[in-house]
């Protein structure tokens, strides 16, 4: 069975970094595009960034540019997003979404990992 | 790519049929996809491809169309349906766009 499980969110201030983990299980990780989709309270979907299977290419969303680097390690299953230069409105839940093989839907998601910018 | 979902909100009963449209800002083929997400958890995968359900998903989910007009259908709305449906494209970039979501709650 696909599980996909976030972590390392919190409550962090503004200017701060924060690093998401997001370990993945019952498929073959290194083989499928993973991406970072996240979600301000009461808000819609925003995706952030993307990275292939094998690192040969990496998007961001512009509003994380600069700010937030993708990385994956295929041989621990995980992916990661490293967060700096954190804002208020970074604050959201963050999800980490697998990529349909065949496809560029989001098939699997993780139950997400609350990220809080305050002071 | 802008998509924009319609109507934002909606109330309705079970056993309803519901509809809801998703308008791209030009044309898309058929790279559409529909999630649906209670409150808490995260989206699920409903519809790929504009038309073709994802595993385990019931059939009275259907979608429709291409180009820059898309549906999703419920055809007899059941409790646990009661949730936010997002569509979304995917292209070179930015590789995922979501609409703007609709809520579907009880009458």
């Known amino acids: 069975e696909v599980h996909l499980v976030e972590s390392g969110g919190g409550l962090v201030k503004p200017g701060g970094s924060l690093r998401l983990s997001c370990a993945a299980s019952?498929?073959?990780?290194?083989?499928?595009?993973m991406n970072w989709v996240r979600q301000a309270p009461g808000k819609g979907l925003e995706w952030l960034s993307s990275?292939?299977?094998?690192?040969?290419?990496?998007y961001y969303t512009d509003s994380v540019k600069g700010r937030f680097t993708i990385s994956r390690d295929n041989a621990k299953n995980s992916l990661y997003l490293q967060m700096n230069s954190l804002r208020a409105e970074d604050t959201a839940v963050y999800y980490c979404?697998?990529?349909?093989?065949?496809?560029?839907?989001?098939?699997?998601w993780g139950q997400g990992t609350l990220v809080t910018v305050s002071s | 790519i802008q998509l924009t979902q319609s109507p934002s909100s909606l109330s309705a009963s079970v056993g309803d049929r519901v509809t809801i449209t998703c308008r791209a800002s030009?044309?898309?083929?058929?790279?559409l996809a529909w999630y649906q997400q209670k409150p808490g958890n995260a989206p699920k995968l409903l519809i790929y491809?504009?038309?073709t359900l994802h595993s385990g998903v019931p059939s009275r989910f259907s979608g429709s169309g291409s180009g820059t007009h898309f549906t999703l259908t419920i055809s007899s709305l059941q409790p646990e349906d009661f949730a936010t449906y997002y569509c979304?494209?995917?292209?070179?970039?930015?590789?995922?766009?979501f609409g703007q979501g609709t809520k579907v709650e009880i009458k």
């Open positions: 979404a697998r990529e349909r093989d065949g496809g560029a839907e989001g098939d699997y």
């Open positions: 019952g498929f073959t990780f290194s083989t499928y595009t």
């Open positions: 990275i292939s299977s094998t690192n040969s290419y990496i």
């Open positions: 030009q044309g898309i083929s058929s790279y």
């Open positions: 491809a504009a038309s």
């Open positions: 979304q494209q995917f292209g070179s970039y930015p590789p995922w766009t």
